[in-house]
């Protein structure tokens, strides 16, 4: 028998459904990665007496009670409070939190409003979990044999005190020895239907899969993982990019700095997206040089030179001008390699012979251009993507070629 584990989210806008609840099923896949689950979870608006009612309903069961949201200095914020109340341990001010929230506001050059030094009061005999990315700090709390943790809503505060101080010690203490565990290999360039047809059976392991934006997740839950991992690896070879969350912008910065090479992209269609993709890489200063995006057709001649007969002769949205664009782009930056994207996002603008969804993506590099030819039949913003990472795999798979880590 495991231990029995709950959690409550909090926030009067997740019951109006003005906010996904996304802190249950993050929570929820990060426990099962370390053989622990949910036993049951509850959701509840601001209300201090409906908090209070569900923690002292959820305490009466489980032996983990795990709360997220109302930790910050507004009047909506209860959970602290209410707490303290309920296991009666009075609030004292850590001066250690309320140093730290002061050079928080002295740094970003603001006014300290005096509420948000609420944020630094603890419970007698909580400890309290760092927050990097925030003012409040999250709360851990051992009562009569129980364990409390309190933790702060907004999601980029959230994960990485989960990751860092919560998930080690659920493992340390609660997760079952002989657990099985779980993988995800994350794969590119194939449809979710052809990545299990080419993966078959994988005997001993229970395998999933899920379809996501421009990409796939091969799940194996099991006791030993080996075989099926040796599996799926000769089946899918280089469509693997990466495992658990890995993303796709990550993978090639990491390659091209390992490399020690730079790229320059040249977006049409793709609206400065790549660029974007590439930038939000801790990194990438390193390995990105340079982004033109050239929506217009002027734009493409003025910026990166492509010449205006390229444009007249074979249109804007062509393998020609998409030739032009890549080798433009990689010459005028300096860059060793560069991307570049041309299409027809629709809903509007499609013709027979173009039509709606079709996108060229090129790839220069030191020896040659190569341009992809694709019909993307989805939405704007997922023709955007699915672009985007049409050309980040293409520039993967180049670099895989020609600069295999040792
Ligand atoms: P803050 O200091 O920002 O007020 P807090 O700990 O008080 O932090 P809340 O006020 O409950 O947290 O929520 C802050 C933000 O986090 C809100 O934008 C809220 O919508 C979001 N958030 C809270 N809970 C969830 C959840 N379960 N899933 C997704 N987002 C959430
Ligand atoms: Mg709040």
Redesign the pocket.
């Known amino acids: 028998m495991s231990a029995r584990i709950e959690l409550i989210?909090?926030?009067t806008?997740?019951l109006l459904g003005f906010?996904?609840?996304?802190?249950?099923n993050y929570i929820a896949q990060k426990l099962a990665t370390i053989g622990l689950r949910l036993d049951r979870h509850t959701t509840v608006g601001d209300d201090p007496a409906e908090l209070r009612a569900a923690i002292a309903e959820a305490l009466a069961r489980c032996r983990v009670l795990l709360a997220?949201?109302?930790?910050?200095?507004?009047a909506?914020?209860c959970t602290r409070e209410v707490v303290a109340e309920l296991l009666g341990r009075p609030l004292a001010r850590d001066e250690t939190i309320a140093d730290a929230i002061r050079e928080r506001f002295r740094r970003r050059g603001i006014a300290m409003p005096e509420s948000v030094l609420r944020q630094a009061l603890v419970p007698a005999g909580a400890q309290a979990l760092p927050n990097p990315h925030?003012?409040?700090p999250g709360l851990a709390i051992e009562h009569e044999n129980k364990l409390i943790v309190l933790l702060?809503?907004?999601?980029r505060e959230l994960k990485p005190m989960f990751e860092q101080y919560v998930l080690p010690v659920l493992e340390q203490n609660f997760a079952p020895a002989d657990r099985p565990v779980c993988r995800v290999f994350k794969v590119v360039g194939l449809a979710e239907s052809v990545v299990e047809e080419r993966i078959g059976a994988a005997p001993g392991v229970e395998l999933g899969f899920c379809a996501r934006m421009g990409e796939v997740e091969v799940r194996i839950l099991g006791k030993n993982l080996a075989e099926a991992e040796r599996k799926i690896r000769a089946a899918l070879g280089p469509h693997i990019f990466g495992e658990g969350d890995d993303r796709l912008e990550e993978v090639v910065v990491k390659q091209l700095a390992a490399a020690g090479k730079t790229v320059a992209v040249a977006e049409s269609c793709t609206g400065g997206l790549i660029a974007h993709r590439l930038t939000n890489v801790s990194g990438a200063s390193r390995v990105f040089l340079a982004g033109y995006v050239t929506y217009s057709n002027e734009s493409k001649v003025e910026l990166l030179g492509v010449r205006p007969e390229t444009l007249a002769r074979h249109g804007a949205v062509s393998e020609e001008v998409c030739r032009a664009m890549a080798e433009a782009c990689r010459r005028r930056s300096g860059a060793d390699f560069a991307l570049a994207t041309t299409g027809i996002a629709g809903p509007t603008g499609g013709t027979p012979e173009k039509p709606v969804g079709l996108v060229y993506i090129g790839l220069a590099t030191p020896t040659r251009t190569e341009v992809q030819r694709h019909l993307l039949l989805f939405d704007r913003e997922t023709f955007k993507f699915f672009a985007s990472q049409y050309a980040l795999d293409a520039l993967r798979r180049e670099l895989l070629k020609s600069h295999r880590p040792a």
């Open positions: 989210t909090t926030g806008e997740l906010t996904l609840n996304t802190h249950l997220t949201g109302g930790l910050g200095p507004t909506d914020d925030g003012t409040a702060p809503g907004p999601p």
